[in-house]
């Protein structure tokens, strides 16, 4: 699409009112600039930035940044499609990368890790966006890093178009650990070309290794020739050492600690183009995930996001949603006595706290222990705590209790939107699909009636 000025009441409208569960940025709400995914009235899904107050106070500066960015189109590229300067709103719109971002599947993946052919054509798509953007003009890239690489709807790997423009007028341009900063950038500041080329050498780090090491302890392992010990035991073997080897020595390039030791853009892609030897595997096959398809005909109504998250079982986005709704919909599910509160509670509540922690840290495990002791006092009966809990069986492959925990948030709280939902998954999850479609259609029935006025 064309790049475009948007309004700001568009924007509102198309996430839903800056909807917390619209929220897509990887630290939730905890981020400096919130991104959120919108859809338009044209039905097109769209990514939302919005910059913190004064990030950037001159509209036409920021205009004229956002129009540069715009400029630019390739299949490489999540595309900036728009901008909108409206008082001291400021906002970037992009295209919408449905399947999460490279962190997610290398660093926090659930079912399987990512094979040795599809990391290859991640290093060489971000390769040809990198180039394509020095091309034309623009070759900063401010804070490179697994979180900026998404997948597309066909599981494309691209990067984000947000990266190209800073966080704010006068801001920092790296947010990450020092540890993974390019030297020069501690020294003077200033990004450069060749410090995106240092910053691209660490997301070749991660595609290696699987983890997020730090630069220098990574170049250790490679002058004592440790290669296997910094391949990503999760491959479990399955890569060619050769290949390997060369990703290594690319890498060891890129990190040089003089920039003008580095490789240019175009020598990233010469070196990377001739390991991707098989073009003609789609990289939703090799993801392992399914091509978006059509939405199925149950329910017709629109999903919000956590109706979206349930009906593809993305229990990592169903998770951050319950986090973020915390336990707003508990409440009036419980009187109590003031004799039973100063008997059992504050045990229960340090339980429930402890509960809390566990899940935020995705210890799912500790928190089924943690919850199982405040379900099991009885005292205080809290619908969230069965949907916290029924996700966390979830994760440890527990549909049963799952859908348990989930009917049992239904009796607690009948009318519960959420509850459903997670009927929902766990059901999917039983293989029970046709009960699955009817209890998401359910639900997002009852999201509807309650955004005509009923009660959450």
Not at 119 to 139: F, Q, W
Not at 369 to 375: A, E, G, T, V
Not at 427 to 451: F, T, Y
């Amino acid at each position: 699409p064309a790049f475009a000025e948007f309004s700001f009441a568009d924007l509102k409208t198309a996430t839903n009112n800056f909807s917390t569960e619209n929220i897509v940025s990887e630290s939730g709400e905890k981020a400096p600039n919130l991104v959120y995914k919108g859809r338009l009235k044209n039905q097109h899904w769209i990514a939302v930035k919005k910059f913190t107050k004064l990030a950037w106070p001159d509209p036409k500066q920021f205009a004229e940044e956002a129009w540069g960015v715009g400029k630019l189109r390739h299949q490489r590229l999540a595309n900036l499609i728009g901008y909108c300067c409206d008082g001291d709103e400021r906002l970037l719109v992009a295209e919408f990368m449905p399947n999460d971002t490279l962190a997610k599947h290398l660093f926090h993946w659930e079912n399987q890790t990512i094979e040795w052919a599809m990391r290859l054509r991640v290093a060489l798509n971000v390769a040809e966006a990198l180039d394509y953007c020095s091309s034309e003009g623009r070759p900063l890239y401010h804070d490179l890093n697994a979180y900026r690489v998404l997948f597309d709807e066909n599981g494309d790997p691209r990067l984000s178009c947000f990266g190209l423009m800073k966080n704010s007028r006068d801001g920092k341009s790296y947010s990450t650990n020092l540890a993974y900063t390019p030297p020069e950038y501690l020294r003077n500041g200033k990004v450069t070309p060749e410090s995106v080329i240092y910053s691209f050498g660490t997301i070749l780090l991660d595609l290696l290794s699987g983890k997020h090491i730090p630069p220098s302890h990574a170049l250790d392992m490679i002058r004592g020739k440790n290669i296997i010990l910094l391949m990503d035991s999760h491959l479990e073997g399955k890569f060619s050492t050769e290949e390997a080897t060369v990703v290594v020595d690319l890498a060891s390039k890129c990190l040089q600690y003089e920039p003008r030791e580095r490789p240019n853009t175009k020598d990233l892609v010469s070196t990377l183009a001739p390991l991707n030897t098989n073009p003609e595997v789609a990289s939703h096959v090799m993801l392992g995930i399914s091509q978006q398809e059509e939405a199925p005909s149950t329910p017709q109504r629109p999903l919000s996001a956590m109706g979206e998250a349930c009906s593809r079982k993305d229990l990592t986005a169903i998770h951050q949603i319950l986090f973020m709704t915390h336990y707003r919909d508990d409440e009036g599910t419980n009187e109590l006595s003031f004799q039973e509160w100063t008997q059992q509670m504050r045990d229960m509540l340090e339980a429930r706290k402890r509960g809390d922690h566990a899940f935020k840290e995705k210890d799912f495990k500790t928190a089924i222990d943690c919850y199982s002791q405040f379900i099991d006092v009885g005292t205080m009966v809290s619908p969230t705590v069965y949907a916290r809990r029924s996700l966390c069986y979830l994760m440890n492959d527990q549909a049963d209790a799952a859908l348990r925990d989930a009917m049992q948030a239904q009796c607690v709280h009948p009318d519960w939107p959420t509850a459903f939902y997670m009927q929902s998954v766990a059901l999917a999850k039983l293989d029970m699909q046709k009960d699955a479609l009817d209890m998401l259609s359910e639900a997002s029935g009852l999201e509807e009636k309650r955004q005509k006025g009923g009660r959450s």
